[in-house]
Antibody
Framework: QITLKESGPTLVKPTQTLTLTCIFS??????????VGWIRQPPGKALEWLAL???????RYSPSLKTRLTITKDTSKNQVVLTMTNMDPVDTATYYC?????????????WGQGTLVTVSS | DIQMTQSPSSLSASVGDRVSITCRAS??????LNWYQQKPGRAPKVLIY???SLQRGVPTRFSGSGSGTDFTLTISSLQPEDSASYYC?????????FGQGTKLEIK
């Protein structure tokens, strides 16, 4: 059974760096074709794809946020970490991590519950 | 980036109706198209992957079609529990962009 869960601060101040952790179980990020991605959703708005890390440590980022994002994995701890620098109120959103397969060509078939991050002074 | 455009942005239909939502990609994505359902306060759930493959456990009233740039999600007989937002997403090339969503309301 695959599960994922996001954790991190619920409130960050503008200009601060956000660090989110995705802890997963039921699969290994060392298995060929597997990836973990991050997707966010501002309140009442659409889903936005942020980043994806593959089993072979290949990393992909949203071009519009690339300079602010870093995604890393710790295979031994079954964790993926996303950092986003220089947070702004427009980054207020629910952040999800999700499992992906087929080297990205498949869907996000398992999702965490999401964590709401509010950016405010 | 590949842009994904859904239509309509919202619709209202009755129980038992046949409903279709369309998604258009800004360039060909073959059949690398996924559909998600999201209910308020919940994470999205994949319904269709590869444009037309039904995810395990999803009711057969959901179906997907299309290839290239034009895709359709169809609900053959709308049920009350289908009230939700629906998103398409391309998994052809990164960034794996989502459509803007379609909010489906049951009359």
């Amino acid at each position: 059974q695959i599960t994922l869960k996001e954790s991190g601060p619920t409130l960050v101040k503008p200009t601060q760096t956000l660090t989110l952790t995705c802890i997963f179980s039921g699969f290994s990020l060392s298995t060929s074709g597997v990836g973990v991605g991050w997707i966010r959703q501002p309140p009442g708005k659409a889903l936005e794809w942020l980043a994806l890390i593959y089993w072979d440590d290949d990393k992909r980022y949203s071009p519009s946020l690339k300079t602010r994002l870093t995604i890393t994995k710790d295979t031994s701890k079954n964790q993926v970490v996303l950092t986003m620098t220089n947070m702004d109120p427009v980054d207020t959103a629910t952040y999800y991590c999700a499992h992906n397969y087929d080297s990205g060509g498949g869907p996000f078939d398992y999702w965490g519950q999401g964590t709401l991050v509010t950016v405010s002074s | 980036d590949i842009q994904m455009t859904q239509s309509p942005s919202s619709l209202s239909a009755s129980v038992g109706d046949r409903v279709s939502i369309t998604c258009r990609a800004s360039q060909s994505i073959s059949t690398y198209l996924n559909w998600y359902q999201q209910k308020p306060g919940r994470a999205p759930k994949v319904l269709i992957y590869g444009a037309s493959s039904l995810q395990r456990g999803v009711p057969t009233r959901f179906s997907g079609s299309g290839s290239g740039t034009d895709f359709t999600l169809t609900i053959s007989s709308l049920q009350p529990e289908d009230s939700a937002s629906y998103y398409c997403q391309q998994s052809y090339s990164t960034p794996y962009t989502f459509g803007q969503g379609t909010k489906l309301e049951i009359k």
